[in-house]
């Protein structure tokens, strides 16, 4: 009944000490990662990524580390306005997930660090470059489709900036860090 009226954590009378401390901790855990999820995309934020990270590197694993970051969405959120945006956060998001579940990988995890800031962690039996390359293809496949028509032929459009200037902007890119990361 505690649990269908909105409680996240219940304990029995009389309880064992330790179990209450173990399920505040757990409690907690699962808070600070709910805040931390982006809210538009679903995905693990930072905190969650950190926290990947220093497990790992704990555990004395090897594995890959992807950094993804949208080149000049700003320009394309400004022209297209932000729901647009939305749109491409959201759709990117759900590419880089269905990229890791295909990898049928153990470690792998998705987050979204900022709003056009995404990270993918693999183990390292998973080869970086093809990785790279198939994220790249796809995001290339989705991105161009946000765009009119005139703006595809061209590959670029005006955009007027804050400050009044008229600038040539390119279609949107994305750039990909990726690192090996060994024990030690």
Do not use: H
């Not at 009944?1 to 179990?19: N, Q, R």
Request: hydrophobic share 40%; glycine share 8%; aromatic share 10%.
């Amino acid at each position: 009944t505690g649990i269908k009226l909105g409680a996240d954590e219940y304990v029995c009378k009389p309880f064992d000490p330790y179990e209450l401390v173990a399920r505040i901790e757990g409690l907690l855990r699962r808070v600070k990662i709910g805040i931390s999820a982006n809210p538009l995309t679903g995905l693990p934020g930072k905190v969650s990524f950190e926290t990947k990270l220093k497990e790992l590197i704990s555990d004395s694993e090897s594995f890959n580390v992807f950094y993804l970051d949208i080149d000049n969405f700003k320009s394309l959120n400004d022209k297209y306005g932000s729901e647009r945006g939305d749109i491409v956060l959201k759709n990117f998001a759900n590419l880089l997930v269905k990229i890791s579940s295909e990898l049928n990988d153990r470690i792998a995890f998705v987050g979204n660090l900022s709003a056009d800031d995404f990270a993918l962690i693999t183990s390292d039996q998973q080869d970086i470059e093809l990785i790279a390359k198939k994220i790249i293809e796809s995001f290339d496949n989705m991105i161009i489709q946000e765009y009119d028509e005139l703006t595809r032929k061209r590959g670029y459009f005006w955009w007027v900036a804050r400050d009044g200037t008229e600038k040539k902007v390119p279609i949107v890119t994305l750039s990909i860090g990726a690192i090996k990361v060994q024990p030690g």
